[in-house]
């Protein structure tokens, strides 16, 4: 069946703009959760949305970073005013609540700030 | 100190040899130990998911868990080119929601 699906897979910005970036998961996957990976940080978690249950938004490095999930389905990632520090790769995962750990990965959104 | 610590190669390797790729950690209360394998420019792709300390077999990969040593392992036996990419340890514990804590990863070449 389909995986994790994200859009786009690369985004050039300038700095001080907004981006969304939208993530598709699994299809009966009720568990979604934000990445994002950088030279030197490796994969840091973002944030997590199970459910109907409010998101678990601890990753999140600054408020310029916010993330909602409309029907349970489609999440999109809004970085706002980007600075060049944002750049890096914003992996989206879903997974069946029964197994949270069993995380699928989408393809990721390469973001540069320029 | 990051939590989970796993270096970063790159490690060369000829075709046919057996890999071990392995990671450290500190936090005492990770239960949950998954390897994930990330080819360039793709997302990461989950190889093995165990549950506490043992052994888990799954065609030419070997998972083990050490937590009294707190080190985990990744066995790859009969090594192939197509497995050269980066491999990723990843931990979770009973309480700290559903946040994977990830390793830097390992990059590995398959030589040919």
């Known amino acids: 069946g389909a995986g994790v ?16 970036l939208r993530c598709d998961p699994i299809s009966g996957h009720t ?6 990976q950088s030279l030197g940080q490796g994969l840091e978690f973002l944030i997590y949305f199970q459910g109907n249950s409010a998101p678990d938004k601890s990753g999140l490095p600054s408020d310029r970073f916010s993330a909602e999930r409309t029907g349970g389905s489609v999440s999109t990632l809004t970085i ?14 879903s997974s069946l609540a029964s197994s949270y750990n069993e995380q699928f990965f989408g393809p990721g959104t390469r973001l540069t700030v320029l | 100190q990051k939590e989970v610590e796993q270096d970063p190669g790159p490690l060369s390797v000829p075709e046919g040899a057996i890999v071990s790729l392995n990671c450290t950690y500190s936090n005492s209360a990770f239960q949950y130990f998954m390897w994930y394998r990330q080819y360039s420019r793709k997302g990461p792709e989950l190889l093995m998911y165990t ?6 077999e799954d065609g ?6 050490d937590k009294s040593s707190k080190y985990i392992s990744l066995f790859i036996r009969d090594s192939q080119p197509s497995d050269s990419a980066t491999y990723l340890c990843a931990m979770s514990s009973n309480n700290a ?10 990059r590995l070449m398959v030589k040919p």
């Not at chain 1, 568990?31 to 994002?36: E, G, I, N, P």
């Not at chain 1, 706002?80 to 995962?93: F, H, I, M, P």
């Open chain 2, 97 to 106: 929601g559903n946040m994977l804590t990830f390793g830097g990863g390992t």
């Open chain 1, 5 to 20: 699906s994200q859009s786009p897979s690369n985004k050039v910005t300038e700095k001080g703009k907004d981006v969304e």
């Open chain 1, 31 to 36: 568990a979604l959760y934000w990445y994002r």
């Open chain 1, 80 to 93: 706002q005013r980007t600075q060049q520090e944002d750049s890096a790769v914003y992996l989206c995962a």
């Open chain 2, 60 to 65: 030419r990969f070997t998972a083990q868990v």
């Open chain 2, 51 to 56: 549950y506490s300390s043992g052994n888990k």
